[in-house]
């Protein structure tokens, strides 16, 4: 068998496009949609990462500002910057970049973004509305991750699905998700003892660990589909700058015994992007609602 690919660019691509029209559609109604991305530092890859989600803004038509301190910022300055953007009506939406400078508190500076703006969906606040199942503003990673696994056609009511990772950003929302769906979700992680075992039994594998070439061909079941969130960069002597980008599955072993499976990179990585930008609209569309 060879898996078909889930091509996550062009679906994107596609939330991209509904959301261009809305952004247009509230254009009259609306000041700006503004995203502002909080950076501190000059890592490459926080960099990067901000620039496509800069890119990505713009093709769907919202504002999107940098607002980027030196690599010595304190927690001080981070957290005054973030109460700055709470005040200001013309910001929808608030992202804060990772790494910060060693010694802030990185969960202190996200948990100061008001609920309303923190459009990742990771302030305590929008967690503890997933975990209800009534999220606004779901986590990015986590949304990205099962529309992609949706998007293979799975029904998800008693599929067996087992989510490798367990962190606050990827598998603890995704498994929330899912059993939302009614999908029989196992969660595994570091402690866990014999993840074969595990994931042979699986309709559908999602890892998120950071641990390329954890998954191989020979774990999966025949057929499954196979959702790759991770991203590592890894030594490639043949690349354009010595390193290139792989998720946390062989994908070549993978390929050739699941149904379906995500690239990377090209899969999880772009969606998570659109859903960033779908929150900030939604974040925009439910102040509106509000004050009128
Ligand atoms: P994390 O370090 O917070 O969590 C890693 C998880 O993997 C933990 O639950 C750990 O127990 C588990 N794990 C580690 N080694 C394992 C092993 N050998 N067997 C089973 N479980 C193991 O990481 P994170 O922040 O969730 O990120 C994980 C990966 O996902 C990274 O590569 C990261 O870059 C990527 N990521 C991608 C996106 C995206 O938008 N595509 C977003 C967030 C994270």
Redesign the pocket.
């Known amino acids: 068998m060879t898996a078909k690919l889930i091509d996550g660019r062009a679906f994107a691509r596609r939330i991209e496009a509904e959301l261009a029209s809305e952004v247009q559609r509230l254009r009259d109604l609306l000041p700006p949609i503004t995203l502002v991305s909080i950076a501190a530092g000059d890592n490459a890859a926080a960099a990067l990462h901000q620039r496509g989600q800069e890119r990505a803004a713009l093709r769907v038509g919202l504002r999107f500002l940098c607002r980027s301190l030196a690599a010595g910022a304190r927690e001080e300055e981070l957290l005054a910057l973030v109460r700055a953007q709470n005040a200001d009506p013309g910001v929808h939406g608030v992202i804060v970049q990772r790494p910060l400078p060693e010694g802030v508190d990185a969960r202190r500076v996200l948990d100061a973004v008001l609920p309303e703006k923190d459009v990742e969906g990771m302030h305590p606040a929008n967690l503890g509305r997933t975990l209800r199942g009534e999220a606004e503003i779901p986590p ?2 986590a949304r ?1 991750a099962v529309d992609l696994l949706l998007a293979t056609g799975c029904e998800p009511r008693g599929l067996e699905v087992v989510m ?4 606050e ?3 603890k929302p995704i498994a929330l998700l899912l059993l939302d769906l009614l999908a029989t979700v196992t969660v ?5 003892r014999d ?1 074969k075992r595990h994931t042979r039994g699986a309709g559908a594998v999602l890892v ?4 390329p070439g ?1 998954v191989t061909g020979d774990m999966l079941q025949p057929g499954a589909a196979v959702i790759d ?4 960069q890894v030594a490639d002597a043949s690349a354009p700058g010595g390193t290139r980008i792989v998720g ?1 599955v062989d994908f070549e072993s993978a390929r050739r015994v699941a149904g379906w499976i995500t690239p990377v990179p090209g899969g ?2 772009p969606v ?1 992007v659109a859903m960033l930008l779908a929150n900030t609209v939604a974040a925009a569309r439910s102040r509106l609602e509000v004050e009128s």
Not at 208 to 211: F, L, P, S, T
Not at 229 to 232: D, E, F, L, P, Q
């Open positions: 990015c990673t990205a490798i990772g367990h962190s950003i990827a598998g595994c992680h570091i402690g866990t993840l998120a660990a950071g641990k954890l969130i991770g991203i590592n946390d999880v990585g998570t």
